[in-house]
């Protein structure tokens, strides 16, 4: 008999990955758990880099485009 994985997870799911894990066939489950888990983490960790990130490179690949603008042409409307 193949001894079972236990994964610890953490936060919200936690409940709801012991119990998923206790079911038949309890490692295939924990181990699809944890990369369900890790790929939330991931997409939310992304979102927040994207969020924050995306003006402040606009920025940046307008200062190093040609002509040279100064960041005052670069932020106003006109």
């Given at each position: 008999m193949a001894p079972k994985v236990?994964?610890?997870a953490k936060g919200k799911n936690a409940k709801k990955s012991a119990?998923?894990?206790d079911e038949d066939g309890g490692a295939v489950t924990a181990v699809y758990t944890?990369?369900?888990?890790w790929t939330t983490w991931?997409?939310?960790k992304a979102k927040v880099i994207t969020h924050y990130g995306f003006i402040p490179l606009v920025i940046i690949l307008g200062m190093n485009s040609e002509?040279?603008?100064?960041?005052?042409q670069l932020l106003s409307p006109v």
């Open positions: 236990m994964l610890k119990a998923v894990a944890f990369v369900k888990d991931t997409a939310k002509p040279k603008p100064s960041l005052s």
